[in-house]
């Protein structure tokens, strides 16, 4: 069946792949290189600090886990014409988010 935009009605299952695919391996990296306490330099420890309980908390968990991640999954439950396009900008706006909580939390942390 082609919708209102000549997409075929595959193009959903498939976005539900692609998206529990991303947010499998998303929050793989975010469990390991973010939440688990492993031995690495202390800059790099109040850095990740910063991002995950920080100033940048916000832009972390709001921007990047819902926005990117938790907003995209709730949209694909609704069946729409428009489905394709909210997932990809839900999903470009929590990579800007966490983008800019990771940079700019590194950036703050003297290295010496």
Known sequence: MISGFGVL????????????AGLIVSGAIVGIEH??????SRAVQIANQELISGKY????WVGGVMFGHLLPMLILV????????????SAVCGLYCYEYGFVL?????PNS
Do not use: H, I
């Not at 609704?78 to 900008?89: E, W």
């Not at 939390?105 to 942390?109: G, H, K, L, P, T």
């Open 35 to 40: 939440v688990v306490d492993k031995p690495r």
């Open 57 to 60: 908390k916000l832009w972390f």
């Open 105 to 109: 939390c590194a950036q703050e942390v």
């Open 78 to 89: 609704v069946r729409a014409d428009l489905v394709g396009v909210l997932c990809g900008f």
């Open 9 to 20: 009605d595959n193009l959903y299952t498939m976005s539900v792949s692609v998206l529990t």
